[in-house]
């Protein structure tokens, strides 16, 4: 047994007054006078016995009334068998999981409110000179440092739901360090959380023997959800006015089928399309719409489903921008070629422009889906400069060699430099294509079914590629003497087409074949790059500008009640933007220059999925993970039996409520004893 405050003990010397009362309380007794007191002998003998027991117990009670008053004030207590390690000032960290799961209803309602109460009540247990840390996902700056006792109850109060989510690992890393920097002691930490199992990287935290863990479960009722997991369009260049498919991925995370769940598509706030759809247990199921986008380049839309607790995954919000026309760019080396021309105007999804070599715009050139060097009689430095930063991007380029060897020197050059085939000697010969590659992107689509006996171009003159061990590339179309009629490399992110003869018909034939035509088209769409339809809030995220003003030096995202300004990156004459500040709504995002209120592209922005998978960690496994450290726990109790159990922890068991019951019932039996034995 030990005292809280062993000075109140001093007190218990005032037993001695009820003790002398007792003893110096003499009865003053009066006379009276009476015939005979024969008969009053016996009953004066009685009620001196009676008295004098009275006397005893009246002593008695006020003497324990007294002893428990003083040991109410010197609060008695049986120490815990660590209490004596946790005498001074400590240092206590809380963690309390505000991710998207908490949401959910547990035993004690609300995950995320039972989980402030827990704080609260581990807040309360502790002295008025220890310090606290409050952590939650969002690793807000201010969780740094360690606040007193009113402060740390302050910013449980403000916690709310956050669509940030931070692992395990991270977690007790940042708790480690706030209180390795209070320089105490005694440390102590607390995890609550429903530990779902994304979170749980148990792998990658490591014993802290300076600290105590104390880990608190809480359980929802039920563990299921429903998500829409992501979307993605069939086809990586939208036109518009022309269909387009899109598909959206449904994911059941319940042990039990999901039956009608009612999917919904939204496109520029229009619904253009609803179907129900069956998940079976922890599995998901692919959802397609055709749609047909007009109207705008800029589309946005999202992708819905109702399900309940847990709301924020119930959406999906995308982006694209559609082409109205394709940008074709033709550097010419001598006159324009007519082949080209009739090709691309005859289409009027095609835009081609016809520059020569000394008159190229190169600021133009990141925004075509084409770049045709044409019979280049030479290529400047400049020029391959450029051409090189328009693959670096993922630009497409189609090479047409020159009719004279004269002029191949530079081109030459310029594809030693991309690792590609140069061009060798001009062969006159009768050959024909004999084979091509239907697999590839350029042909895909272009034939129902190959013909067998396909009348191929015919070729009288072409260039022989001089082939090596580095060189890029594949041949896509082949000649009957097994070299290559049309080469395709990919160089950085870009693409390079090289044919090796002129369009010109003295060459081949090529120009005017049933092939021609769709190979140019194709061609023309450019090379198939899509850019994501969406990015995920929380994540750093690099977004291409699609603005073509080089001077916009701010950039700034507005919509959804927010706005920030955006950092730019320049690079290989591309603007990226920088997304890093969290946003605290999903949705469709405005971008343009500071000074304008007018977008020039949209971006989908969506809450991190990995909260959508309700499952937790394994009981087994956390007991497993517990066992294996030095200092550490799992705590099941209620809000109301965690309070009593850490205060029993740090005090050993109280016991002067105790004292102060006791006082007043011996108080009582002495005002019974007083009042009713006469």
């Known amino acids: ?78 120490p815990a068998a660590n209490s004596l390690a946790l005498k001074g000032t400590k240092s206590i960290s ?13 035993s004690e309602g609300i995950l995320l409110e039972s989980a402030k109460n827990k704080a609260r009540a581990i807040v309360n247990s502790y002295g008025a000179d220890d310090q606290f840390q409050i952590l939650t996902h969002d690793f807000e700056g201010r969780h740094q440092r360690l606040v007193n006792k009113t402060d740390a109850l302050t910013w449980i109060d403000e916690i709310k739901i956050s669509p940030s989510s931070v692992s395990l690992s991270k977690i007790t890393q940042r708790q480690k360090q706030a209180l390795e920097k209070a320089g ?47 979307v993605w369009l069939t086809s990586p260049v939208v036109q518009l006015n022309t269909a387009i498919t899109l598909k959206a991925r449904i994911r059941n995370y319940a042990n039990q089928s999901a039956e009608n769940i009612a999917v919904t598509l939204i496109l520029n706030g229009q619904q253009k399309g609803l179907q129900n759809v069956t998940c079976d247990a922890n599995e998901s199921e692919d959802v397609s719409f055709i749609f047909t986008p007009t109207g705008n380049v800029l589309q946005q839309g999202e992708i819905s489903i109702l399900d309940h607790p ?18 074709v760019l033709c550097i010419n080396g001598a006159e324009p070629n007519t082949y080209i021309q009739k090709v691309f105007e005859s289409d009027p999804s095609y835009k081609l422009t016809q520059v020569s070599q000394s008159q190229i715009n190169y600021s133009v050139l990141a925004n075509q889906q084409l770049i045709i060097v044409n019979e280049p009689q030479t290529l400047s430095s400049g020029l391959t400069l450029e051409l090189k930063k328009y693959l670096a991007i993922g630009g497409q380029l189609l090479i047409i060699p020159p009719s004279t060897t004269t002029s191949l020197s530079s081109l030459n050059t310029f594809l030693s430099d991309v690792q590609l085939p140069n061009y060798g000697l001009s062969l006159k010969q009768q050959v024909k294509v004999s084979s091509l590659n239907t697999q590839d992107a350029l042909f895909k689509n272009v034939f129902q079914k190959l013909p067998q006996n396909m009348d191929f171009p015919s070729i009288n003159q072409y260039y022989a590629l001089q082939l090596s061990n580095t060189t890029k590339g594949r041949t896509l179309m082949e000649l009957n003497n097994a070299q290559p009629f049309i080469w395709q490399a ?82 290989n004459g591309k603007t990226n933007l920088y997304l890093e500040q969290p946003l605290a709504k999903a949705g469709v995002y405005n971008i343009a220059p500071q000074n304008s209120q007018t977008p ?15 499952r937790i960690w394994p009981p087994k496994q956390m007991d497993a993970f517990v ?16 309070q009593n159990t850490i205060s029993n922890e740090l005090n050993g068991t109280s016991f002067w409520r105790y004292c102060v019951w006791l006082t007043l019932v011996f108080v009582l039996i002495e005002i019974l004893l007083l009042r009713l034995l006469k």
């Open 1 to 78: 047994m030990q005292f809280v405050y062993p000075s109140f003990l001093f007190a218990l010397t005032a037993i001695a007054i009820p003790i002398i009362i007792h003893l110096f309380h003499f009865r003053r007794y009066k006379k009276i006078l009476f015939s005979d007191l024969r008969f009053l002998k016996q009953v004066q003998e009685q009620n001196k016995s009676k008295q004098k027991l009275k006397d005893l117990l009246v002593l008695l009670s006020r003497i324990l009334a007294i002893l428990f008053l003083v040991l109410a004030f010197a609060q008695p207590y049986l």
């Open 94 to 106: 809380i963690f309390i999981d505000n991710s998207f799961s908490m949401n959910n209803e547990g």
């Open 184 to 230: 105490t002691d005694l440390r102590i930490t607390y995890l609550i959380s429903d530990f779902q199992q994304h979170m749980c990287d148990v792998g990658n935290i490591l014993n802290d023997s300076g600290s105590s863990l104390n880990i608190i479960p809480l359980t929802a009722n039920e563990q299921h959800n429903i998500a829409v997991d992501s």
């Open 310 to 327: 847990i709301t924020f995954d119930d959406r999906l919000y995308f982006s694209f921008t559609a082409i109205s026309s394709y940008n």
């Open 490 to 571: 990919v160089s950085s992110k870009g693409n390079i087409v090289m044919l090796t003869t002129p369009l010109q018909t003295n060459w081949s034939n090529l120009p005017q074949h049933a092939l021609y035509v769709p190979l140019m088209l194709k061609l023309g769409t450019g090379k198939p790059q899509a850019e994501p339809l969406y990015y995920t809030i929380g994540q750093s995220n690099w977004i291409p500008y699609h603005g073509t003003s080089t001077s916009d030096k701010i950039i700034r995202l507005w919509g959804n009640d927010a706005e920030l300004a955006l950092q730019t990156n320049q690079r």
């Open 600 to 614: 020039v592209q949209l971006v989908g922005l969506n809450f991190n999925r990995n909260e959508s998978d309700m």
């Open 627 to 642: 066992g294996g450290l030095s200092r550490a726990k799992i705590s099941n109790e209620n809000t109301a039996v965690l």
